[in-house]
């Protein structure tokens, strides 16, 4: 079946928009007729190069290209089809992408840690679980989902069934933004009543750290980021202070902290840097936790910090995938806690934009115009 989707054939590249031919619907697959899609900033993390391996390991691992690639990993939309042993699917269900494939089978899915699924090693390649052809050619697809598209085909594992009174572009958010940053600070973080908190950098990740950490009690938010309309948006979100870089947040933490700093800091840049995580550490008080979730390009290896305050400080410096939570019980409850007006969704939409405008979008994204974009069809 053919459909139309955004493709990127390189680093550098723009988004081409074309029809594709989607692969053949095997027995755990699930068509999806694609209704929203949320523009993740991880997709662009493709067109600049960060998340590409580089050409020499590739070759040296045996790996085929990750181009061409189809992309959108945030989407929502309706089931039109299941594949023969699909159970917990049908017709007309509504559903969410969910980048972090679920099996519920391999160790980590047994063990509750299912944003850690074994399944989750061919996300960036080229994969059984998709055989998509542009042109001739077979194509890699991002996360195995590629939601920049009419229809996309998902494996049931990447799917979750959500209510179909939810709006279909607030649904979508809910596929990884969302979690990602709201369990960061809830989760990962551990944020309780009282504590004192820094957001680093508030893009579509950070902006749900702030909320997250709102809704856990956190007495101080200080929400770090250049962009003026993004400091603003943060105040609407629960930060109860701004500041413009981790130096000019830094007295203000001393102050509000009374010399201790920070309990948590949550670090979602745009692109991830040894240095930036550097800042992040130096506002870390004793004992507590700096969390890193942003993407960093492949070549990012140090960190320089002072090593002593590991130590001496006794703190503590983890990354998060996907909020660290699972992909079945955190969508459903994060859109609950929508349905009662205690979680803001809306508000994190700025632009819509048609499926063949998904260059703008990515445009705005880049210079800072949007927190969250979504194709809408
Ligand atoms: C990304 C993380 C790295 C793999 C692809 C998806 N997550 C969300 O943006
Ligand atoms: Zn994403």
């Keep these: 079946m053919k459909t139309r989707a955004a493709l990127l054939t390189g680093v550098g590249e723009r988004w081409i928009v074309d029809d594709i031919e989607l692969g053949e619907l095997g027995p755990q697959d699930v068509m999806i007729e694609i209704k929203a899609a949320g523009l993740c900033h991880s997709d662009e993390h493709m067109s600049s190069g960060d998340m590409v391996i580089p050409e020499k390991t590739r070759l040296a691992l045996g790996l085929p290209s990750q181009f061409p690639l189809i992309g959108g990993h945030e989407g929502a939309g ?57 042109r001739g050619e077979q194509t890699n697809v991002y996360s195995n989902l590629g939601t920049f598209a009419e229809y996309a085909l998902v494996h049931e594992y990447s799917l979750i069934k959500v209510d179909p009174e939810l709006p279909f572009e607030i649904a979508a958010l809910l596929s990884c933004g969302v979690p ?164 803001k969704l809306q508000e994190l939409i700025t632009r819509r934009y048609p499926l063949d405008e998904v260059n703008n979008g990515y445009d705005d994204l880049r210079n800072g115009e949007i927190l969250r974009g979504v194709i809408t069809t």
């Design 78 to 134: 309706v089931v039109v089809e299941v594949g023969s042993s699909v159970q917990r699917f049908a017709v007309g269900d509504h559903v969410v992408t969910s980048f972090m494939p679920a099996c519920g089978m391999c160790p980590s899915c047994v063990d509750g840690r299912q944003y850690l699924c074994d399944l989750g090693a061919s996300l960036l390649q080229k994969s059984e679980i998709a055989k998509h052809t542009w």
């Design 180 to 343: 990602t940053g709201w369990g960061a600070a809830v989760v990962r973080a551990g944020t309780r009543p009282g504590d004192v908190v820094a957001v680093v950098g508030i893009g579509g990740i950070g902006i749900n750290a702030v909320q997250g950490a709102a809704a856990a009690g956190a007495r101080v938010i200080v929400a770090i980021d250049p962009v003026e309309m993004k400091q603003k948006k943060a105040l609407e979100f629960g930060a109860t202070h701004t500041a413009g870089s981790v130096d000019e947040a830094r007295p203000l933490i001393q102050e509000l902290s009374r010399g201790r700093l920070c309990d948590r800091v949550i670090v979602a840049p745009s692109v991830l840097y040894g240095d930036i995580l550097s800042g992040a550490m130096s506002i870390t008080g004793k004992g507590s936790t700096c969390v890193a979730v942003g993407v960093a390009p492949f070549s990012q290896t140090e960190i320089p910090m002072a090593l002593h305050d590991l130590v001496l400080w006794s703190k503590e410096l983890k990354g998060t995938i996907f909020g660290s939570m699972n992909p079945r019980t955190a969508i459903p409850n994060l859109a609950a806690l929508y349905a009662s007006g205690q979680l």
